[in-house]
């Protein structure tokens, strides 16, 4: 009876294990990088979803360090009748977006996703000027 208890306790405890094991790993790259879900989408949303393919694990352990995730993300959008001035442009060719998270510290981002492949490729200036930022 004895054993039949321990056994039984034994197993209750490892899918107890793996379910938490899961639930920590949502994802894996390439790089053997494992990210939890709530991970995987902020990072979706703070530069674009794929761009956890391209993290290594010195990327993945700054991230952790910096805090990030406990911010607000704040995306802005632009379509192509806005002022030049805005945090986001997309036209039919591309998507230009400027995104910022602030908890300890303040991350920027600015991402470029082409729709379209140009056929003329050179190089771009991309500037941002913050205002009322704090120290």
């Not at 793996?18 to 994802?27: C, I, R, T």
């Not at 290594?56 to 360090?65: G, I, P, S, V, W």
């Amino acid at each position: 009876m004895k054993y039949m208890l321990l056994f039984c306790l034994l197993t209750t405890s490892l899918l107890v294990g793996d379910v938490s094991a899961a639930e920590s790993n949502f994802y894996t790259n390439k790089n053997g990088v494992s990210f939890t879900e709530k991970e995987y989408k902020f990072i979706s949303d703070f530069y674009f979803d794929g761009y956890q393919d391209y993290m290594t694990y010195n990327d993945y352990e700054k991230f952790l360090a910096s805090n990030i995730m406990k911010g607000e993300i704040k995306t802005i959008t632009l379509d192509d009748y806005s002022n030049s001035r805005s945090l986001e442009y997309e036209t039919k060719m591309k998507q230009l977006k400027l995104s910022s998270s602030c908890a300890d510290d303040c991350f920027v981002v600015t991402t470029l996703i082409w729709k379209v492949i140009p056929a003329v490729k050179s190089y771009d200036l991309i500037g941002a000027y913050f205002d009322n930022t704090r120290s």
